[in-house]
């Protein structure tokens, strides 16, 4: 499976005084690199918030912050899922510098690994991962 | 009607790489303060939303930023409502430097106007103010 | 001069518990695609902090909001300058959704002015805009 | 040592569609609880940065998310630091929903630990903490 990279730019609203991104923020950029993910499986969250009910919420995460981005940086975010159990699926993600010339990673910025769980919508409680996705991960003991 | 003061303190989480408040974060510092005021008046927005189903929405606002906030400084946030017709409410806001000792206003950082309306939670159309809500409002003519 | 348009999609970490975006990111929309505009006189806000050292400022803003954007959207954000004074610069700017086929604005989401201060990076105090902002901006009596 | 406690609102800002605290904002919240435990010892961040040119940067972080805060639950946030070499702090900090009557901790929400190092403001190059941190640290090897 070939890793899937989703392009962020750096803007104001990411930085704090500091001049670097502040801590939380790269957890959107790395939310988002999960979402779009998901899209090019042919899904959008709020589909299948509205059908079947499913959402999915981060129950678990560990970051490393390793070389601050700045603002107008461009990064590149990767998402590579693993299948735990029936209820939920690991990522491991990392933030990169993309490369000026190509859009090719440079310098790591960040890595995490971040599990999340499929609930029910409205009362919250696990639910089994659509099948769809079960069909799209590799399971934890196979090699990627 | 006295006016109502809301305390913020600015954190990393509000600058940016300027060194001051992102110009969005002061509308989040708006909207405690009117969250705020509306719980002295007895009511949580989240009970509001379940029974009898209304949200708030903010349709229109103008802010004039004259002062830059910074890191650690404390603020003082004011809200004073008037009703605009029978389905939103008019925000007078202001956005102060406490003074050190007291806590009380000192330098203006910003200055705004905020219309709400009473929408239905589900269908986000306008309905009519609560009447709790009503009766705690001035009418736009009369003087507050 | 032709309108420029900036593509968004809406993720979780913009919606609120209302299920729409909340009223204060959609200024970080429109700051996105201030930033975007600029990068395409050649100019990235990072280097002009540095040299000559100036940075932009947002003094004042109006906006309304039409309909709620809401998870998964995608919008596009205009961004129309005008020189205003030697040392300001005000942008109309509207967001949209996009239409689904073509990368056209659909319905309208929220429009906005908002006025911008060419500042010292350190004191803050007004500048002169640089030559390259003057030169690509029409002046407010011209026909846009 | 006595455990830190700090006191977090949640309010529309800090939630998501999916009504509950979006998973990168508690990161926000365990920030606030390290600022104020900070601020206990007489510091402000503010002036660190200024003189000695001094800020603290997370390097690493594991949180778990344990059960979904909501709008208007008001939250305890608690921030144990240890000392961990020279140059670094850890800090042990967990969300526990705020008993109503009592502020005193309830249901656990969240919890993290947070790697923190110092560095130049500038450089952000690693530096000694400063001594008043320091001494106020209990080494990992004692007990808390």
Redesign the interface.
Known sequence: MSEFLWPV?V???D??????V????Y??YL??AR?EWLRTLGY????L?HDPGL?F?????????RR?A???DALLVSCTPRREGAASVSFAQEIHRAQSAAARPGELVASARVRVACVD?RS?RPQRLPDFLLNALPKAQEPV
């Open positions: 730019r803007y104001w609203e930085t704090d005084g500091g001049g670097v502040y801590y939380a923020n957890l959107r939310e988002r979402t959008s969250q709020r589909e918030a959402i919420t981060v129950i678990a995460l560990e970051i490393e912050y601050p700045r603002l107008d919508a919250f």
